[in-house]
């Protein structure tokens, strides 16, 4: 399972642990039945537990994603991730997280926006309304210089015999990476509370949406319930 996001990004299912019984199960262990069948007795249960936070038998449930984003989105992205522990509910555990490496391969792909957005005149961390026609042009054209500049100085700077390692500095946050990640269904539906959100940024906005469509597909009955649960719209 694979979508597209934004100009050359996308979010892949590689792997997943588990199914829509596995939340039920692990949480009647306690009394040692074992469900072969999902039925309403199982929904009300999935319900019952996401609606009081009753969250680690949705740890059971295990997804590995490959990503590709601009290094700016997986910046904020990351901020899921960082800060494991692994002694209460909380949100930030059952991560793994693994990245390619600017030390060993050479980028070359950029973040290329349709839309150009104005900044917010009441809210410093957001934008609002959009550049066009003249404006619009202007800022394509810088954008676009700018991703040219730092990629030629880039290459020349490998081609001088400076080490990837220390070259790659000079990228942009619009620079194009790849990581796998590993995260529990709790710690996927919880990224995608967060980001898929109005005042989230619009990029971080499009792969949480990305997210919530491959978790429907992957574990359908535990993801609509735990939308529903949730007051999700």
């Known amino acids: 399972m694979k979508t597209k996001v934004l100009d050359k990004g996308f979010v892949e299912v590689i792997d997943s642990l588990g199914n829509d019984l596995t939340v039920v199960n692990s949480a009647r262990v306690s009394f040692g039945k074992r469900k072969e069948k999902f039925d309403n007795s199982d929904r009300k249960l999935v319900k019952y537990l996401a609606k009081h936070k009753h969250f680690s038998p949705f740890r059971h449930l295990q997804v590995q994603f490959h990503i590709k984003a601009p290094e700016f989105v ?30 060993y391969v050479e980028y070359d792909e950029f973040y290329q926006p349709e839309i150009y957005r104005k900044q917010s005149s009441d809210n410093k961390q957001a934008s609002e309304g959009q550049f066009v026609d003249d404006e619009h042009n202007l800022a394509n054209t810088n954008w676009r210089q700018a991703h040219a500049m730092s990629l030629t100085a880039y290459k020349q700077l490998i081609e001088m015999g400076m080490a990837k390692e220390q070259a790659r500095c000079i990228l942009p946050l619009t620079l194009y990476t790849e990581v796998y990640w590993t995260a529990s269904f709790q710690a996927v539906m919880n990224f995608i509370e967060l980001r898929n959100e109005k005042t989230a940024q619009i990029e971080i906005q499009e792969y949480a949406k990305s997210l919530l469509d491959l978790m429907h597909e992957s574990f359908p009955k535990t993801t609509e319930i735990w939308a529903d649960a949730h007051n999700w719209k």
């Open 74 to 103: 997986m910046r904020q992205w990351y901020k899921h991730v960082v800060g494991i522990e692994t002694t209460s509910n909380s949100s930030t555990k059952d991560h793994a997280w693994n990245e390619i490496s600017g030390r």
